[in-house]
T-cell receptor, first 116, second 110 residues
């Protein structure tokens, strides 16, 4: 089982729709969770981080975390063609001695296409 | 100037050659990372460093070595490049809020 799994897609949604991206992780001690957006040939850029169960909203983006189910998702409302990119889920496990600076493990990414 | 700078941006090298990829940061972070990205495989951790004297292997360190010359500089070397090391390489730093990535180095080994 992969440590972090995402549907590779591609996920295609019409402009204005809600895009739903999903991610599961295997290590129950994981503490923090990140969503990155990556345009083709570019570096990943952080769009959301979430640490506690529930929802976290930032503009058109909502991250949802359910630690019991080991599941994290990203919703993009009012999707725009400029949202077309690969979305990477990343999970951070605690470091030695319980510090927060452990390793970040990435899923393989979901390709999102928003068509006009 | 970018917070995390990688050089070169693109490089083509021959099998068996030694090559160094360089990374420098202006964020003052102690923690630095080297990742490799292949199509469909996400980002895989090669090496990471929590300070100048603390270097750790990641998931795919075989065939690679690193040097942390200073807090701001973290270099990745391929001692004897092989074609399956052709990939996009990213350097990153992190703080409490997440990672900051460099622009990447696209390496092709022929």
């Amino acid at each position: 089982q992969k440590e972090v799994e995402q549907n590779s897609g591609p996920l295609s949604v019409p402009e204005g729709a809600i895009a739903s991206l999903n991610c599961t992780y295997s290590d129950r001690v994981s503490q923090s969770f990140f969503w990155y957006r990556q345009y083709s040939g570019k570096s990943p850029e952080l769009i959301m981080s979430i640490y506690s169960n529930g929802d976290k909203e930032d503009g058109r983006f909502t991250a949802q975390l359910n630690k019991a189910s080991q599941y994290v998702s990203l919703l993009i409302r009012d999707s725009q063609p400029s949202d077309s990119a690969t979305y990477l889920c990343a999970v951070n496990r605690p470091g030695a001695g319980g510090t927060s600076y452990g390793k970040l493990t990435f899923g393989q990414g979901t390709i999102l296409t928003v068509h006009p | 100037d970018a917070d995390v700078t990688q050089t070169p941006r693109n490089r083509i090298t021959k099998t068996g050659k030694r090559i160094m990829l360089e990374c420098s940061q202006t964020k003052g972070h102690d923690r630095m990372y080297w990742y490799r990205q292949d199509p469909g495989l996400g980002l895989q951790l090669i090496y990471y460093s929590f300070d100048v004297k603390d270097i750790n292997k990641g998931e795919i360190s075989d065939g690679y070595s690193v040097s942390r010359q200073a807090q701001a500089k973290f270099s990745l070397s391929l001692e004897s490049a092989i074609p399956n090391q052709t990939a996009l390489y990213f350097c990153a730093t992190r703080d409490d809020y997440g990672y900051t990535f460099g622009s990447g180095t696209r390496l092709t080994v022929v």
